[in-house]
């Protein structure tokens, strides 16, 4: 019943839908089962015949697949693709790179834009509710498909961080070295509370509809596009957002009016404008959802160290921006010191930058040097040459 | 080969091969390197610069970024075979904490401390009436990183205080080869211009026996697991 269509284009090796059969449902932390599931994913470079060379990269919130691949709506460049190519960090010729839309995502994976089988209409509110446990609980079924038994490494940043952690507590074994950028072992009361500001204004849209909007035909994007607006303000810092826009007016002059007269007003807009192109609101719920209940600790009764302790032969390592306030260093710092309470070897450094937490996206030379350090040293213990 | 440092050779053959090994303030992991490299240790450094961090990493070697001051807590009891604080220990806002520390993290510890109570040292105080400035402490008084300097006998005191046993010591100088000392010798107080002491415990860790329970405030926590307070080793 599994389904590969292969979609290559510039360095993809393949990719598409993965279609698992009714039979094999995903099983949820909620309890409820989804099914039948699909995965949308890419892969760049080829596996080995050890096959010991697979890396997967986890996405953030409002990211997806196309890592290193021209966005299908965006026509923009891969959300990571200057660490993915020959020659860089995660290197094709090198590794067997995959990446995978989340579930609950609108890119290709089993969301709430999916067609409920029960009623042949999109799910929207019947969606399940979904955990990070449950996206990588996907994930590892699609490795699985791909006859991968271990993972050479899993790399994130954001919401990708915390599946790598998620991957380290739920599927040790399968894990030879993690990567966990930016991140944090579980959603503090501000993280929530700005998500609840972003969900409130989707829910606030009269076109949202109580979640069934695509059956009317419409879309509540001023609510998707405020929800983006004021998360986006937390991905950048202070410093960046003053360097960048200051109180630059992006006319001669004030309007005396509510036009956007400030350059980070336009700049805001536009964010928000772009971004309910590419994404679906009812996804933007859950996901964030997921990150709100996402509390490693919690199922290792409140002691985070008891989530690694089976993962004592997995290679960490942590980065943090310091002056990212989403996630700041003291998050990460607490992912450390619970590995070293496990036993676990781990890297920890803290990237001195102004860009905050969108940092891990953008040009940072100390992000690339730690990284390219922590991995050619796996890769040498690995035997990957 | 030839360009080892003196206490690193020195360090490297005190190290069984094999062995979990602690490195606090591990600069640029060149040390560590060298134990992974001669004695296949299973490495983890600690380090507070974030140039000495990128180089650790660039070797291949674990390191968090952090500082002996703040972060061995975190660390389970005995969950090295050695701990090494190399030249950093009069550095520590608390040595007395860290060396206890050190101890509970490892079954043994590599301390090297430069000895107050060198002649040299004695002699800038006693001659010109200021702080010494020696190869072992080139710093001037105001710009110096070590704020608990401390003589050898005033470390091998600490070490009877904490009931720690010295199982080597070394005396180390620039550009000489190590000299295997009894560091209790008062003549070595006057000629010893750096030490380097091997440590371990009298008596197991107090974490590792069951400690006492102090639920509903009947028993009284032993002294040992109390915060230590500033000034008591002056008193005793």
């Known amino acids: 019943m599994t389904a590969q269509t292969p979609i290559t284009a510039g360095i993809e090796t393949g990719g598409g839908t993965w279609r698992f059969p009714a039979s094999q449902p995903l099983r949820l932390d909620s309890g409820a089962r989804l099914a039948p599931l699909e995965i949308g994913y890419k892969t760049y470079g080829r596996l080995n015949d050890a096959k010991s060379n697979a890396v997967l990269v986890c996405h953030a919130l409002t990211g997806d697949q196309h890592l290193a691949s021209t966005h299908p709506v965006t026509g923009k460049p891969g959300w990571w693709d200057r660490f993915v190519g020959p020659g860089l960090l995660l290197d094709p010729e090198r590794y067997f790179i995959i990446c995978t839309n989340v579930v609950g995502g609108c890119m290709g994976s089993t969301g709430p834009a999916s067609t409920d089988p029960a009623t042949n209409a999109p799910y929207g509110l019947k969606f399940p509710v979904i955990t990070i446990g449950d996206m990588v609980r996907a994930q590892a079924m699609l490795i699985e498909a791909l006859g991968i038994d271990t993972l050479f490494a899993a790399v994130g940043g954001s919401m990708g961080g915390m599946q790598v952690l998620q991957w380290a507590a739920d599927y040790p074994e399968k894990l030879f070295s993690a990567v966990c950028i930016a991140a944090a072992a579980r959603h503090s009361a501000q993280n929530i509370a700005f998500h609840e500001v972003g969900r409130q204004a989707i829910m606030a849209d009269p076109n949202w509809m109580s979640g069934a909007y695509l059956a009317a035909g419409v879309r509540p994007e001023k609510g998707l596009a405020v929800a983006r607006m004021a998360a986006h303000i937390t991905y950048l810092s202070e410093a960046a957002l003053q360097r960048k826009f200051g109180r630059e007016l992006q006319r001669d002059g004030l309007s005396w009016g509510f036009d956007a007269d400030f350059q980070v007003e336009s700049y805001l807009r536009h964010q928000g404008t772009s971004f309910v192109d590419r994404f679906d609101a009812n996804s933007y719920l859950y996901i964030t959802r997921a990150l709100d209940y996402f509390d490693l600790a919690a199922t290792y009764g409140g002691v985070l160290a008891e989530a690694f302790v089976k993962a004592r032969h997995v290679k960490f390592c942590v980065l943090s921006f310091s002056s990212d306030w989403l996630y700041p260093t003291p998050e990460s710092r607490d992912i450390v010191r619970a590995l070293n309470g496990a036993g676990c070897r781990a890297s920890f450094a803290e990237i001195q930058t102004d860009k905050g937490h969108d940092a891990f996206f953008l040009d940072e030379p100390l992000l690339d040097q730690t990284l390219r350090g922590f991995l050619a040293a796996q890769a040498n213990a690995r035997g990957l040459a | ?236």
């Open chain 2, 1 to 236: 080969m030839s360009a080892i440092r003196e206490d690193f050779a020195e360090i490297l053959k005190l190290v069984r091969p094999n062995a979990r090994v602690l490195d606090i303030g591990c600069e640029d992991g060149e040390l560590l390197e060298l134990l992974t490299r001669e004695k296949n240790v299973d490495g983890q450094g600690l380090e507070i610069s974030p140039e000495g961090v990128a180089a650790c990493l660039a070797r291949g070697l674990a390191v968090v970024q952090g500082d002996g001051d703040r972060d061995l807590d975190h660390f389970p009891t005995r969950a090295f075979d050695y701990a090494i604080l190399s030249k950093t220990l009069q550095q520590m806002r608390e040595p007395r904490h860290v060396l206890s520390e050190l101890l509970r993290i490892a079954d043994q510890a590599v301390v090297s401390v430069p000895n107050f109570g060198h002649w040299k040292v004695r002699w800038a105080l006693l001659s010109r009436g200021r702080m010494p400035e020696t190869g072992a402490l080139p710093e001037p008084w105001w710009s110096t990183p070590n704020i608990h300097l401390c003589t050898l006998r005033d470390f091998t005191t600490l070490c009877d205080e904490l009931d720690l046993r010295i199982d080597a010591c070394a005396s180390l100088a620039e550009g000489k080869p190590a000299r295997p000392i009894d560091p209790r010798q008062p003549i070595e107080n006057w000629r010893a211009e750096t030490a380097l002491f091997l440590l371990s415990r009298r008596a197991e860790p107090q974490a590792a026996a069951a400690p006492p329970r102090n639920l509903f405030g009947e028993v009284e926590l032993p002294e040992a697991d109390a915060p230590v307070k500033r000034g008591r080793s002056r008193k005793a």
